[in-house]
């Protein structure tokens, strides 16, 4: 369940509302000025790119789809920012198995070949 607030203009009284939107299971629940007044769904088919059967919500509906949107948006960025820092983290470890895979192999390449070079002198 993913909850944040966004504000939206009132045209005919140029008063600001506070808008609680709530996400869960793909439905928008949706509280304004602390009232509810309904639940939205995304529908690609609509003009607003969202659509709702609430008669208190329809009045709100274009000014709330936009700022879901723009909203989706930043979410959208802020998630690539993540994968991003995930993949460079995953790059670091695995560079820094890699090497240290290699130094470990040269290492035990080093000691056979000490091994086999101090070998004749051991027996003597």
Same mark, same amino acid.
């Given at each position: 369940?993913?909850?944040?607030?966004? =504000? +939206?203009?009132?045209?005919?009284? $140029?008063?600001?509302?506070?808008?609680?939107?709530?996400?869960?299971?793909? $439905?928008?629940?949706?509280? +304004?000025? !602390?009232?509810?007044?309904?639940t939205?769904?995304?529908? !690609?088919?609509?003009?607003?790119?969202?659509?709702?059967?609430?008669?208190?919500?329809l009045?709100?509906? =274009?000014?709330? $789809?936009?700022?879901?949107?723009?909203?989706?948006?930043?979410?959208?960025?802020? =998630?690539?920012?993540?994968?991003v820092?995930? +993949?460079l983290?995953?790059?670091t470890?695995?560079?820094?198995?890699? +090497?240290?895979?290699?130094?470990?192999?040269?290492?035990?390449?080093?000691?056979?070949?000490l091994?086999? !070079?101090?070998?004749p002198?051991?027996l =003597?």
């Amino acid at each position: 369940m993913n909850s944040f607030s966004i =504000e +939206i203009s009132n045209k005919e009284t $140029a008063l600001t509302s506070i808008v609680d939107v709530t996400l869960s299971g793909g $439905a928008y629940s949706i509280n +304004i000025d !602390n009232l509810f007044c309904g639940t939205m769904v995304r529908d !690609n088919t609509s003009a607003f790119g969202f659509s709702t059967t609430d008669k208190m919500l329809l009045p709100y509906l =274009e000014p709330i $789809a936009k700022q879901l949107k723009s909203k989706r948006k930043q979410i959208s960025i802020s =998630e690539i920012f993540a994968a991003v820092f995930g +993949i460079l983290q995953l790059v670091t470890f695995l560079s820094g198995t890699i +090497i240290s895979f290699k130094l470990k192999s040269m290492m035990q390449k080093t000691r056979v070949f000490l091994l086999l !070079n101090l070998l004749p002198v051991l027996l =003597e």
